[in-house]
């Protein structure tokens, strides 16, 4: 995406609940790229300094991205498709003049209940440091770009499960895949400097295919979270799934002594996961379960695991013994969380 040296504005002012936003429209050579400065107040410097950052950035992100010698079908096709989309005016991108804090300062909002275009919005964490550290830009636009791909590709699952935790963990599994290949195609080829965070992503990825990451940020195991989603999709009888999500669940129990014995912290954290897992989504998932067989929506307050007496006591017992570690798994998420989104 080129840029010119000089761009027409169009001011638009409306009202987003409490805060006030104003919309600036930037024609970059065929499309309209939207810059939306959020925030309690819209200071003078914010456009003045901070859009020639983000125009400066996305350019640059297209020539990494067109010019490394080494390319990957996944990723070609996530951000092809989403350069696209910004060419059409059909995605814009928002300057979140609060998001100053860490790496979550990026996200793909879809702002479907709004009545708006959806949005990348890029907080000035990533603009601030764009000179020193370029590459965790890129990298986190790929990771959007690829939730953004998702819902234009995928829009009515997207909606209907974004709030749905199991589904959500495997939306982020499949970013965080995608960026993995990035930095591994298009930047390590370039010899472009990486990021701690990067570094730590694509070690986790060759090593453990995200485990770590999915622990850290979205509290679960993905390893059960996979073998979750196998039961749910499978042709089984309601009946057949729900013995085998009880089967999985006195394996746990059968195994929980041994925990106590692991030598490896990181290791321990792990499969302490697969028990908070267990005991924090099946309620969700037997209900995913009953849901898909459902012709019509089943309220989630009418569903309760109790109708499965034999799945109801497993759950029961491994909720009992996890809250030993209650407390140390806690500690291990945040301390953990807190490192990989403020080490650059």
Partial sequence: ?????????????????ANKMKQYSLLFLLFIFPTILLGDEIKPKTLIDYEPILRNAITQFETVFKSSPKKHDLVEQKVNFMISQAMKGEITFLIDVNGNQDLSAMGFVDFYNENKKPAIVIGTYFL???DKNPSIFYSALVHEFTHAYDFFNSQRYFLFYKNNRIVKALFEADAY???SLFIQNYLVTQKIKLTKFEQFLIDDFEKTQLSKIILINQIASLPLLHAFLEIRDSKDSIEKKVTSLNDIGKNLIEKFDSIKGLKDYDNKMEIIAFYFTYHLLLDQLVYDIEQKESEVMIEPETFSLQKYPALFQTKKQITEKVKSYENEFEDYILKENQRIRTEI
Avoid at 1 to 17: D, G, V
């Fill in 128 to 130: 601030d440091q764009f």
């Fill in 1 to 17: 995406m080129k840029f010119p040296k000089e761009s027409a504005k169009t001011l638009k002012t409306y009202s987003n609940k």
């Fill in 177 to 179: 895949a995608i960026e």
